[in-house]
């Protein structure tokens, strides 16, 4: 059978067998399939999904289509960590120091930005200097150093996934759970930590809207994991609205900045503190030190130094003010009186991408310096004429009074406030997705 035939295949609803799972991974490899069939085929999956069996062939395919480093063998203490992906989460940039000013060590194999996500790596290359570009030696001295390694997919790590991670941003075929499990794992497995703590979203921001949906990818996730000898937890966390206030990239490592300084957004401050808390609680800390300790790192400044110990080994520059700055920016101002009731982050989160935050097709430069500002969270009240978001500009040409209406009609007025999502919903346990059905 001719791959075309299992596109049409999967594009009519049917099952992929052993082997045709297996070429597309190979071609998506090795080149031997073209990026139009490729990208034909993720369509297909991402309109009819793949069964559990489909799923763990496609992941352990894309995991053995390079080399898998086995951290856990030589550095048994190392964390990794993973977000499913939202709107102003700069999570990743604090969690790494901050456990590592605690002493436990975070290796992280990062990811660009995919759809309306603003991408960890290309936050942190706004840092002039900062390279993500390291084989295993070079994560071996950012941990020797910093404690902390935050480093881009290397060619022989999973060389199928970088394939297909960058045609999904590009074609629209991002919220499958079945390519995202096997992005996510073929890359964490390859890894090799031995302990991994989940972000999984939910909400208007994320890639799963409801709590059944992102439960049932963090119960998928964790599985896999679990099943290959990996200490793993999973807490479910609202991505109704924006994280944090900055997205982008420049603008995002400012906001990181802040929350290790002590002070910054108290959401991101608190998703950050209890993911951090949850990696301690998986290497057998209690969870009442673990949480006194990360805190403390904080009010003292240790977060801080630990921050920028982790740039310089990475041969960024730690002086905030050498980050890129926007070139122009934009108020957009309420235009009635009442409460925010609702706030479209993915549509934030997609002109924040397309300012400069984020790509169009593959190699499309960045421009660092923009982004979008949120002044207004649900529940907040609200007057005419108050700013409720900053447009923030760079030399990437832009259809300006475009962008700046849609976030206008990204954020909802309403006459009284409404209820506000909890922020952490909890682990997969402690999570019962019937509870939300309205959610």
Known sequence: MSFVEAIAEKRDGGGLTREQ???????????????????????????????????????????????????????????DKHSTGGVGDTVSLILAPLLASVGVPVAMMAGRG?????????????????????????LDRLLDSAGAAIIAQTAEIAPADRTLYALRDVTATVPS????????MSKK?????GTLVLDVKWGRGAFRETVAEAHELATALRQVARDSGVACEALITD??????????????????????????????????VRLSEQAMVLRGIDATDARSRLESSL??????DSWNRMVVAHGGDPDPERLPHPERTLEIVADRSGYVGGIAAATLGRVAAAVGAGRSHRDEALAFGAGVTVHARLGDKVEK??????????????????????VGTAFEIVEAPSE???????????????????R
């Open 21 to 79: 799972v297996a070429t597309f991974v190979r071609g998506a490899s090795d080149g031997s399939l073209p990026p139009e069939q490729l990208a034909a085929m993720l369509m297909a999956i991402c309109c009819h999904g793949m069964s559990p069996e489909e799923t763990n062939w496609l992941t352990l395919d894309m995991l053995h289509s390079g080399e898998a480093w086995n951290l856990a063998a030589s550095r048994p203490e190392a964390i």
């Open 299 to 304: 009010a003292s400044g240790d977060a801080l």
């Open 177 to 184: 759970l079945p390519l995202i499990v096997a992005s996510i």
């Open 385 to 406: 004429g108050q700013p409720l978001a900053i447009l923030e500009t760079g030399d990437r040409r832009v259809d300006v009074d475009s962008l700046t209406h849609r």
């Open 420 to 438: 506000i999502p909890e922020l952490v919903l909890g682990t997969v346990d402690e999570v019962d997705p019937t509870a939300f059905s309205n």
């Open 114 to 138: 995919l759809g309306h996500s603003q991408g960890t790596l290309d936050k942190l290359e706004a840092i002039p200097g900062f390279s993500c570009d390291h084989d295993r030696d070079g």
């Open 189 to 193: 497995l390859a890894l090799g930590s």
């Open 239 to 272: 991505m109704n609205q924006p994280l944090g206030p900055a997205l982008g990239t420049a603008t995002e490592v400012r906001a990181a900045i802040e929350v290790l300084s002590g002070a910054g957004d108290p959401r991101l401050r608190e998703v950050s």
